[in-house]
Each structure stands twice: as structure tokens, then as C-alpha cells.
């Protein structure tokens, strides 16, 4: 395996309107929070410091609502959000489940760390066979 083509951070949450209406009267009534969310956002807009890793990496990351998925990424995640994916050249893995997600505590430095950790774990595990 090498290296992701591309890396999908997915939200537990849909993109439209009533989506993301949905998703903050669940956070601030019930609680709910979507562990991924908490990394990009702050209460209403994407962090600055998320946007500046990201345009930093070298990985090309995008974040992406569960109604915004391509199919067979929709089919490989199902009952995995929110998480992380690697898609490669042989397909997808998973790469940060919610629980990984919910011990960064929406540090975005911890997850860039983990992130970067884990690609290289599975370039170089493959590089050994």
C-alpha cells in the first residue's frame, strides 16, 4: 500500500441546511457531538488553525457530511462515522475511527500528529513485505 490518494474526514452529520440545524440543536440541547466536528469547528465556523494544517500538509484532505460521500465510500464507512478514511490505489481504510477522534478532544495539532503517524505506519508496513 502506499501513500492515500486522498483522505475524507467524515462528519456525523448531513451538509444541508436542515443538516447542520439538525446537528446544533443535538449538540447544545442534547449534548451530542460529532467528534470529527469538534476537531475542523469551532461553535459556528471552521478553525483557523485547522484551515492553516491544512493548507500546510502535503496530504490532500477534505471533509466531507454523510450526504456528501461517493457511494462506495458511503458503503465502506456506514457504520463507522464520523472517522477517517484513506483512499488508495487498492481502495479505502480506515484510518481514525470515533474513538481515536474523541481522544484528540478537538485538538487539531494531536490529530495532524496521529494522522500523519498512522499514513506512515501503513506505508511503511507495507513496504516490508
Not at 478514511?85 to 484510518?95: H, M, N, P, R, T
Request: glycine fraction near 4%; include cysteine.
Amino acid at each position: 500500500m502506499q501513500i492515500p490518494v486522498k483522505i475524507y474526514c467524515i462528519y456525523n452529520a448531513k451538509g444541508s441546511v436542515s443538516g447542520e440545524l439538525a446537528y446544533l440543536f443535538k449538540k447544545y440541547v442534547y449534548g451530542a457531538k460529532c467528534s470529527m466536528c469538534e476537531i475542523t469547528h469551532n461553535s459556528f465556523t471552521m478553525k483557523r488553525d485547522w484551515e492553516n494544517k491544512v493548507s500546510q500538509s502535503n496530504i490532500n484532505i477534505e471533509t466531507v457530511h454523510l450526504d456528501e460521500r461517493p457511494k462506495d465510500l458511503e458503503e465502506f464507512s456506514k457504520n463507522n462515522v464520523p472517522c477517517v478514511v484513506g483512499e488508495y490505489q487498492e481502495g479505502y481504510k480506515l484510518i481514525l475511527t470515533n474513538e481515536d477522534l474523541k481522544n484528540f478532544e478537538g485538538n487539531v495539532d494531536l490529530f495532524f500528529d496521529m494522522l500523519e503517524e498512522r499514513i506512515e505506519l501503513h506505508h511503511h508496513s507495507e513496504l516490508k513485505i
